[in-house]
């Protein structure tokens, strides 16, 4: 499956984004799916996971209550929306996708396929 993360952007803090995550070669619903992100200088870093069906998600404490993840597997794609950005949110988001789900693991090791990065900057 091919990955194509979109939606970043520059925007103030408190304001919000809405990446997507756009999957073709196969169907989404094969997959669960993960965000992550990489500031420079540092480790990628989880931000959020979902299922398959979308019936269930887990978040990052960071990103906990400000950023919901969601898909449509009828339009093959996975959303972040992101509210109450601050700038420790500055990163390059990436989605991933996953044959398998461990929920609660925000191990990288486990996705198989990973989209090429959108970024992210809020500025203060």
């Known amino acids: 499956v091919q990955l194509q993360a979109s939606g970043g952007g520059l925007v103030q803090a408190g304001g919000s984004l809405r990446l997507s995550c756009a999957a073709s070669?196969?169907?989404?619903?094969?997959?669960?799916m993960g965000w992550f992100r990489q500031a420079p200088g540092q480790e990628r870093e989880f931000v959020t996971a979902?299922?398959?069906?979308?019936?269930?998600?887990y978040y990052a404490r960071s990103v906990e209550g400000r950023f919901t993840v969601s898909r449509d597997n009828a339009k093959n794609t996975v959303y972040l929306q992101m509210n109450s950005l601050k700038p420790e949110d500055t990163a390059v988001y990436y989605c991933?996708?996953?044959?398998?789900?461990?929920?609660?693991?925000?191990?990288?090791?486990?996705?198989?396929?990973w989209g090429q990065g959108t970024q992210v900057t809020v500025s203060s």
């Open positions: 991933a996708a996953t044959l398998t789900y461990y929920r609660g693991t925000h191990r990288p090791e486990i996705y198989d396929y």
């Open positions: 070669g196969r169907p989404l619903g094969t997959y669960a």
């Open positions: 979902i299922n398959w069906s979308g019936a269930d998600t």
